[in-house]
């Protein structure tokens, strides 16, 4: 277990970094007298113009040391809000609250329902669904690392909020119970079975079905260790009655996703691993309908974790992403906090990678398309 010295470190690396603390554009509005705010944290919205009644709502929970706006916007949240419709709620979480501005995943106060922090991003959804006349059977939430593991502390007691959640670089409900603790589970996860792991969430109320959810952990991640998005995946599976192996697992060129499906055969859990990725958000930035921005923990992987998390949870308006389309372009290996991430593209189904090629090249002459066209045919990669 680390030692105090370690923890007294640690909070003090994160107090020196430095990260954007506003959203450049001015896209999102503080919102005050929201509720009850046991947690004392901050509502930020972004609402689209001219949004229609009965839309979506995406919770989006920052990690340490960033701020609010700055994740929404740098993860893609708020441009997607604009082309899909839907609003975005950004809690923030004040440095009186957490020394590095991480949600407190980890606090018994903040993490029961009615409590603490928990409480807070309850009264935000709440609000927002009522002010805005919002669709409450869609209502999604996302983060990550610390604001990952506070979106599977949302989602624990919570569930009958929330249609879907997403949790990037994060960890399951309910493994650590003070600093130390969190800090021995990220690096040194305890290897619990899944049913002890659903074990740890309270039974909900309402007796109903948990949200959907989507996992993405990079297997090169430093901070967080990749087993933890293995553990919530098998938490997630058992607390759902699911067998612990998936019902398919799809090689993918950006790594693996495994996929457990629900009885009427659809996905219900997914766990994706992102090859060579450190601790941080996997984005697609090169292309001109791409979302994002790279930066610190805002990685550049080749594939957007942001449009992938809205196709699984059937947000994205007909935008249909196929399973790694947006893979595509190469990039070099990333580590903790780089801007750059290495894809080498492992053999898919080969119309399947030909197409999503072509499509990842629309936007350049058609001069180019044919010879890259003649090229996928030669390599009976196109028909």
């Known amino acids: 277990m680390p030692s105090l010295g370690d923890t007294t470190a640690m909070l003090a690396r994160l107090r020196r970094t430095s990260f954007p603390t506003s959203d450049a554009t001015g896209r999102l509005n503080r919102i005050d007298d929201f509720g009850a705010n046991p947690g004392q944290l901050t509502m930020l919205g972004y609402r689209p ?40 709620v950004a809690p923030q979480q004040p440095q009186a609250n957490n020394a590095g501005r991480c949600f407190n995943w980890f606090l018994p106060g903040d993490i029961r329902r009615g409590e603490g922090e928990a409480a807070s991003i309850a009264a935000m959804v709440a609000h927002a669904v009522e002010t805005h006349d919002l669709d409450r059977s869609r209502v999604f939430v996302t983060g990550l690392s610390a604001g990952g593991a506070m979106t599977a502390v949302m989602l624990a007691v919570y569930p009958d909020l929330f249609a879907g959640g997403a949790v990037i670089a994060g960890l399951p409900y309910g493994v650590a119970s003070n600093v130390q603790g969190a800090m021995q589970v990220m690096n040194h996860p305890a290897g619990r079975s899944g049913a002890n792991l659903a074990a740890l969430v309270p039974v909900s109320s309402d007796g109903g079905s948990r949200p959907r959810l989507s996992i993405w952990h990079g297997d090169a991640d430093g ?29 993918l060129p950006h790594g693996t996703r495994s996929i457990w499906r629900s009885a009427d055969g659809e996905p219900f859990v997914e766990l994706n691993i992102v090859r060579g990725l450190g601790h941080g958000t996997p984005l697609s930035t090169k292309r001109a309908d791409d979302v994002g921005r790279a930066g610190p923990f805002m990685l550049e992987a080749g594939i957007s974790s942001s449009l992938e ?8 308006g007909g935008e249909r992403v196929e399973p790694g389309a947006l893979a595509m372009i190469p990039a070099t290996p990333q580590r903790e906090g780089a801007a750059k991430h290495a894809v080498d593209p492992e053999p898919v189904e080969a119309s399947g990678l030909g197409q999503g090629v072509m499509h990842a090249i629309g936007h350049v002459p058609a001069g180019v398309q044919e010879v890259i066209a003649k090229a996928l045919r030669a390599a009976g990669l196109l028909k």
């Open 223 to 251: 901070t967080v260790q990749v087993k933890n998005g293995h553990d919530l995946a098998q938490q997630w599976a058992a607390l759902n009655g699911l067998p612990s192996a998936p019902h398919r697992v799809e090689p």
């Open 49 to 88: 113009e001219g949004l229609a009644p009965g839309s979506p709502l995406v919770v989006v929970l920052h990690g340490c040391t960033q701020t609010a706006a700055a994740y929404a916007e740098g993860a893609g949240w708020l441009d997607l809000a604009d082309r899909m419709g839907f609003m975005v």
């Open 309 to 316: 998390i809205a196709r699984f949870w059937n947000i994205d």
